[in-house]
């Protein structure tokens, strides 16, 4: 019920005009990071760091807001760059980012990393082992349902679809061979976008404090 109880907690968050002005922010970053830090590795897979924006508003914001600010930053971006048609399946893959982030992340208190030397930023990494594991689980979770599963599986539903071939056998087969070019990319990714987000979420909630005059009321 807890679980549950966050979704609507955050709706209730959508009632906040600060909370759409900042939503409105991070979702321009999202799209000025997918438009100007986007690699297009092959046809099926990419690289983007807008995922820091989306962690953020589900940090601030909650599953709810997180994931409907995903559909604007993909109709919104589809606008922008109208590339390889829009397809609503894909929309749900970024909602479901968004809410994961939410779940993870909402009432998180990130932790400030000090890199003065290796002892002191071993100790404050130690000292935010929670924190840690929240962020690792967040991304993890993304990386197995978005990227390695859902992903690939409505590629491959596209792609069927398109060639008019219905074959159980050829369907299973452009899955996993899509699945399994994603598999080294993401356990690459996962690591380095984990180090992202500890260390870009503290400034961010730091910002927030700062901006609105009050701390945001965060637990670990």
């Known amino acids: 019920m807890a679980f549950f109880a966050n979704f609507k907690k955050s709706a209730l968050e959508l009632k906040n005009l600060r909370c759409l002005c900042v939503t409105a922010i991070l979702i321009a970053l999202d799209l000025v990071l997918k438009t100007f830090l986007n690699v ?15 962690a953020s508003i589900g940090m601030l914001y909650g599953p709810t807001v997180a994931g409907l600010a995903c559909v604007v930053t993909d109709v919104i971006g589809y606008l922008i760059k109208p590339v390889g048609g829009f397809s609503p399946l894909f929309t749900l893959v970024e909602v479901a ?3 994961i982030y939410g779940c993870f992340l909402y009432n998180f208190s990130p932790v400030k990393l ?4 290796g002892k002191a930023f071993g100790k404050s990494l130690l000292g935010n082992t929670v924190g840690v594991v929240r962020i690792a689980a967040a991304k993890v979770t993304v990386a197995v349902m978005c990227n390695l599963l859902m992903t690939p599986l409505f ?11 219905y074959s159980a056998e050829v369907f299973l087969v452009g899955f996993w061979t899509r699945l399994t070019k994603r598999v080294l990319k993401n356990l690459v990714e996962i690591p380095l976008h ?10 961010i909630m730091a910002a927030y404090n700062s901006v609105f005059g009050r701390r945001r009321k965060t637990v670990l």
């Open 40 to 54: 297009q590795v092959t046809e099926d897979l990419k690289i983007s760091f807008a995922f820091v924006a989306v």
């Open 97 to 99: 980012g968004g809410v």
């Open 114 to 117: 000090d890199f003065s030397d």
């Open 155 to 165: 590629i491959t539903i596209q792609k069927t679809m398109e060639a008019g071939s």
């Open 194 to 203: 984990v180090a992202i987000l500890l260390v870009a979420l503290f400034p």
